[in-house]
T-cell receptor, first 112, second 113 residues
Framework: NAGVTQTPKFRVLKTGQSMTLLCAQD?????MYWYRQDPGMGLRLIHY???????AKGEVPDGYNVSRLKKQNFLLGLESAAPSQTSVYFCASTQDLNTEAFFGQGTRLTVV | GENVEQHPSTLSVQEGDSAVIKCTYSDSASNYFPWYKQELGKRPQLIID?????GEKKDQRIAVTLNKTAKHFSLHITETQPEDSAVYFCAALDSGGYQKVTFGTGTKLQVIP
């Protein structure tokens, strides 16, 4: 059972380039989340999904887009990367709102 | 939405001593409060959680207390060990139409052997 898997693990982008981060979960969870983690700022929610075909904005959505075409996958896109998007990105999934969130291993993104 | 504040941001204790991390939340209707541990370079993992119908929950050396009136909850680690060194995050479930949890900013715990 793989749990939550993120692809890629590391990436370096030039300013203005685009990319997509993939999150895949094999637990049939309804809820999926994308967070960014910066020193001293904890885990800040970018976007989330409460089911296949749904998405909603979190705390820091600007500059990001998401899609959840399949229940098991949640994609995070950066259309035009900026140095301020340098961060560690975590995907997470839960079956219910008041149950454990399972996190992916993280993606370290550097924008130069 | 929910606002969660966590203190202290860093904490150093001697091995064998106790550690306490405190969080406050703003939404009086919140009813689920998980705690996550993140070791260096790894993903956050749930260590304990508490729901609003109980005031305290224990799991071996870890305990969480909840005071709904004051809107704060705390993590207590007793007999600390070097492997307890990590960043700890508290969180609270947003009520109403917000289907998500809000995390605190984290506490870096260092256990000195």
């Amino acid at each position: 059972n793989a749990g939550v898997t993120q692809t890629p693990k590391f990436r370096v982008l030039k300013t203005g380039q685009s990319m997509t981060l993939l999150c895949a979960q094999d637990m049939n969870h309804e809820y999926m989340y994308w967070y960014r983690q910066d020193p001293g700022m904890g885990l800040r929610l970018i976007h989330y999904s409460v089911g296949e075909g749904t998405t909603a904005k979190g705390e820091v959505p600007d500059g990001y887009n998401v899609s959840r075409l399949k229940k098991q996958n949640f994609l995070l896109g950066l259309e035009s990367a900026a140095p301020s998007q340098t961060s560690v990105y975590f995907c997470a999934s839960t079956q219910d709102l008041n149950t454990e969130a399972f996190f992916g291993q993280g993606t370290r993104l550097t924008v130069v | 939405g929910e606002n969660v504040e966590q203190h202290p941001s860093t904490l150093s204790v001697q091995e064998g001593d106790s550690a306490v991390i405190k969080c406050t939340y703003s939404d009086s209707a919140s009813n689920y409060f998980p705690w996550y541990k993140q070791e260096l370079g790894k993903r956050p993992q749930l260590i304990i959680d508490i729901r609003s119908n109980v005031g305290e929950k224990k799991d071996q050396r870890i305990a969480v207390t909840l005071n709904k009136t004051a809107k704060h909850f705390s993590l207590h680690i007793t007999e600390t060990q070097p492997e307890d060194s990590a960043v700890y995050f508290c969180a609270a479930l947003d009520s109403g139409g917000y289907q998500k949890v809000t995390f605190g900013t984290g506490t870096k715990l260092q256990v000195i052997p």
